[in-house]
């Protein structure tokens, strides 16, 4: 009666036959009006379509000569299976997020057999039934799920009306706009702080500006506020790439976003982190979800494959103070034994040693000759950077051990946090406050501002253990519910840095609208 292609068919399977059993084969249902048109009604006000629900009336021979009656039995089919898209998806985790479920699985396990029970149970005992509300009880209950549902309605209303907001290019390419100056798309960037709520003018008067005046820069210095961006007034490329959408655009992001919130469990955890790539920023919780506060990072380059920071998530075990920088072979070889052969102070200057094995007290170093440097592009030697001054992961690395070697770390390149672009790393994640986010992880272990000071003016590795260990979430998100320190939460369109929209939106081909 499932259709083979549900990828939690087995899940539902299971489900039904235990609620079943323990009824002794009683009906779950007493009520069949309406019944097909309440669950059709629940999966589009949840963003997914109602050609996936199930009719009953269509089940009915198929359930037929069971110890359940017919009718009752195609009604929990219908139920179950559209309760079950609710809760995990239209497809199956691996294919949206190939290494979320691999390794460490931090949060609520949201999707076990147990849970749904519970949620069953939790649907079938409102009196009087109310399906909206019963299948609501599987919805996803993270914060980050609620947010983008919560916009989900405007946005496919807005749709419907859309007539059309003007493109900005790209101040990239076409030049920057500032306070005061003529600017060509002074009227575009008006148009869309217009529909955004941040510029009150007549539309058609907002459309004729060809200057950066002071209510235009005023309007957009408060939506470059809220959107974590430098209030300048100055629409460059970061300020272009949150304010450069238009309804469809929402509505496709939205609906794709939610797609992949249902991947997130329920419950974060106590505290817990969430790097977000597309918006290129780390947020730190507290209990029950309250922000701590946010910084700016930079992720894996977009440009190769391989340097891509991975989207997973783990559990922060270890802070790490002077720490070695052990090269990867492929950044020795490829990179850094080409500058030493170019100049052979390179590595002496730059406090890299040659060794034989990556632990720091045991580990036989040699000097740099053509000899020792060819091991190393071969793999047979090893390259590391000492702790100190100029080390590339900076004063501290706080660990989360993956398959993936990613982790956070500090770094002494500053520059790159101020760009509208922050993908340069070969996929670890940089930091721009190290000092804050080691006060916030090691605070509740007693360390106070001196002695943190002293761990980061350290020479020498030490290693501390992170207790209570904290849950790190490393996510892609291009439409992200950006919090803030005062509580409010904005929906902020982010870079699809690494093109995974498209990607995505062909997966889900099914259920989500787009349009290449």
């Known amino acids: 009666m499932i259709p083979v292609d549900r990828h939690y068919r087995d899940l539902t399977v299971a489900l039904i036959a235990d609620l079943y059993t323990e009824r002794s084969f009683l009906p779950l249902w007493n009520r069949s009006e309406g019944f097909y048109r309440d669950i059709t009604d629940g999966l589009v006000r949840h963003a997914l379509p109602e050609t996936w629900a199930l009719d009953p009336v269509v089940l009915l021979p198929q359930a037929a000569g069971t110890a359940v009656p017919a009718g009752d039995l195609a009604q929990t089919v219908a139920f179950f299976d559209a309760a079950l898209l609710l809760r995990a998806g239209a497809m199956p985790t691996g294919s949206i997020w190939p290494d979320w479920n691999e390794g460490d699985r931090p949060g609520s396990g949201d999707a076990s057999l147990d849970d749904l029970k519970k949620s069953s149970l939790l649907s079938l005992s409102l009196e009087p039934m109310d399906f909206t509300r019963a299948l609501d009880t599987f919805a996803p209950r ?23 907001l003007p493109n900005i290019p790209d101040p990239a390419t076409a030049g920057v706009g500032r306070p005061g100056e003529v600017y060509p798309y002074a009227g575009a960037i008006a148009a869309h702080l217009v529909d955004k709520g941040y510029l009150q003018m007549a539309p ?13 820069t005023i309007a957009l210095s408060a939506f470059q506020r809220d959107y974590g961006l430098e209030p300048d007034g100055v629409f460059g490329p970061g300020s272009w790439s949150y304010l450069n959408t238009n309804a ?10 939610l797609q992949r919130a249902r991947l997130l469990p329920d419950k974060f955890g106590d505290r817990y982190l969430i790097v977000n790539i597309p918006t290129a920023e780390l947020y730190a919780f507290d209990a029950n979800d309250f922000l701590a506060f946010s910084m700016p990072i930079v992720h894996g380059s977009a440009a190769e494959e391989t340097r891509r920071t991975r989207i997973f998530r783990d559990i922060m075990q270890e802070v790490v103070f002077g720490p070695y920088w052990n090269v990867p072979k492929g950044i020795a070889a490829k990179e850094l034994i080409p500058m030493a052969q170019a100049d052979w102070n390179f590595f002496p200057s730059n406090n890299y040693e040659i060794v034989d094995a990556l632990t720091p007290d045991n580990g036989q170093t040699f000097p740099l000759s053509p000899e020792t440097a060819a ?4 793999g047979r030697f090893l390259l ?42 070969h996929g670890c994640i940089r930091v721009s406050r190290p000092a ?3 006060a916030w992880v090691l605070g509740p272990q007693g360390w106070d501002a001196v002695r943190l000071a002293e761990a980061l003016a350290t020479e ?30 904005l929906l902020a369109p982010a870079r699809d840095v690494y093109g995974l929209d498209p990607i995505d939106a062909r997966t889900l081909a099914a259920v989500i609208p787009w349009k290449e």
């Not at 058609?204 to 235009?216: I, V």
């Not at 469809?248 to 976003?257: E, G, L």
């Open 142 to 164: 993270n914060w980050i799920y609620r947010e983008l549902l919560k916009a989900y309605p405007a946005s496919r209303e807005a749709i419907l009306q859309y007539s059309g």
């Open 204 to 216: 058609a008067l907002a459309a004729s500006l060809t200057t950066m005046t002071q209510e235009l």
């Open 248 to 257: 469809a655009d929402r509505y496709r992001s939205i609906v794709i976003n």
């Open 375 to 378: 091991l190393v592009a071969d």
């Open 384 to 425: 590391r950077q000492r702790p100190g001054e100029g080390n590339a992961l900076g004063r501290v690395k706080f660990l989360f051990p993956n398959k993936h070697d990613i982790y956070l770390h500090d770094t002494p390149s500053q520059a790159a946090f101020e760009s509208s672009r922050r993908d340069r790393s």
């Open 436 to 438: 804050e986010l080691g």
């Open 460 to 489: 020498k590795q030490l290693h501390f253990a992170v207790t209570p260990k904290i849950n790190v979430y490393i996510t892609y998100l291009t439409t992200f519910p950006r919090p803030s320190p005062g509580g409010k939460i």
